[in-house]
């Protein structure tokens, strides 16, 4: 992960508060699991999770580690540079650069990630399991894939490649026609 300074400027989103429990010998330990995402609108976004005995503090921690964990994301006029796609478990997320005046198409965690990092035109799908964590983790992985020589916007600049394919001869196709079956009698 690349260094980025940390300013005060960082929007944070928080994804996910979910409650776990572990077994002990007196019963069990309830505690807090957050998930958050913080970002600067100008590519840079970090993600945290961390578990705590209370909401607040495990959001805190959470915080703290998207701040240590902050990485820099290629922006071209507002969309990401090319296509790309991240798999993380169960989770395929699918990223594709969009037009001026289309928006942020995602949902869920991947539309938060985006929204903090400064994408404002995108489209996203996410297959697989509905996992937020998950999620988040296949969008960190799609989202770190930018190669820097395909760092241009496909559809500004560029020529399209014309592939010529020899055409092999046709064979013709018989029609067949069904057979008819025939009538089985019942004998008694």
Do not use: C, W, Y
């Not at 776990?20 to 590519?43: L, P």
């Not at 539309?111 to 998950?134: C, F, H, Q, W």
């Not at 930018?146 to 196709?173: C, L």
């Amino acid at each position: 992960m690349q260094d980025v300074p940390v300013t005060p400027e960082f929007e944070e989103r928080v994804i996910e508060i979910n409650r776990v429990a572990r077994t002990v010998k007196g019963g069990r330990r309830i505690r807090f699991r957050a998930v958050v995402v913080i970002g600067n609108h100008q590519g840079s976004v970090g993600i945290g999770v961390a578990k705590a005995a209370e909401v607040q503090t495990a959001v805190k921690k959470a915080f703290t580690k998207a701040k240590r964990s902050l990485f820099t994301i290629p922006l071209h006029a507002g969309t990401i540079p090319h296509p790309t796609s991240g798999f993380f478990s169960g989770v395929q997320v699918i990223l594709k650069p969009a037009r001026e005046g289309t928006s942020v198409i995602a949902g869920g965690p991947v539309r938060a990630i985006a929204e903090v990092a400064g994408i404002k035109n995108i489209i996203t799908k996410s297959m697989g399991s509905s996992n937020k964590l998950n999620t988040i983790r296949a969008t960190q992985q799609a989202l770190l894939s930018f190669r820097p020589e395909k760092s241009r916007i496909p559809h500004q600049n560029v020529t399209p490649r014309v592939s010529v394919k020899k055409e092999s001869p046709k064979k013709k196709e018989e029609k067949h026609e069904p057979t008819r079956a025939t009538k089985k009698t019942n004998k008694k």
